[in-house]
């Protein structure tokens, strides 16, 4: 008789509770800043169900399949992963993501490029309230037009940074740390 042929393990299904906790945390993207794709997201274990990882939230992260196999080539560390989920958790519980990817958009903007409209500001309305973005008022045409011009801030960009960079250190500083600028001697590293 043939002997059974060991079946690979199969990995259990991520419950459908778990799994939308963790995509809408992550604002159904990569998790991975540079990256934020929307299109099939895997759940990646940050910690291996091996190291006793399970299929819990807190150790889940959605990576799109590039970044998910980057990941296995070692191409992104193992520490940008627990930074990016940290960031993902102190975002959502503080802002929403689409904020943070307003966030991302202002930084990708050269100064001033931004002119919205009142209801305009209101879209950005947490970023400023949380100091990341600023608003300035333009001059308008004789009062006819109202316009603003929005930036992401010098505590943005630091965050935004701290982010892409994947070091937890530089994350927590940049949001939870005094207001860059204005220690360290004026300068902003
Ligand atoms: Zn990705």
């Known amino acids: 008789m043939k002997a ?14 778990i799994k939308t906790e963790v995509l809408t945390e992550a604002g159904y993207r990569c998790a991975v800043p540079s990256c934020r794709t929307l299109l099939l997201l895997d759940l990646h274990h940050m ?4 190291e006793g990882g399970g299929d819990t939230a807190e150790n889940l992260i959605p990576l799109c399949p590039n970044d998910h196999a980057r990941y296995h080539r ?5 520490e940008a992963i627990f930074a990016y989920k940290s960031i993902l958790v102190a975002i959502s519980r503080a802002f929403d993501l689409e904020s943070m990817d307003r966030l991302l958009f202002l930084e990708t903007l050269s100064k001033d490029f931004l002119k919205i409209s009142g209801d305009g500001v209101l879209i950005f309305g947490r970023l400023i309230a949380a100091g990341l973005a600023d608003v300035k008022l333009k001059a308008n045409n004789n009062d006819l037009i109202v ?11 630091l965050l935004v940074d701290a982010w892409r960079s994947g070091d937890h250190a530089e994350i927590t500083r940049a949001v939870s740390g005094p207001i860059p600028g204005l220690n360290d001697a004026g300068r902003v590293s």
């Open 4 to 17: 059974a042929k060991a079946l690979p393990v199969e990995r259990k299904k991520v419950p459908l509770r």
């Open 47 to 50: 910690y291996q169900v091996s």
């Open 74 to 78: 070692g191409e992104i560390p193992k």
């Open 147 to 157: 316009t603003y011009t929005v930036n992401i801030s010098q505590k943005g960009r």
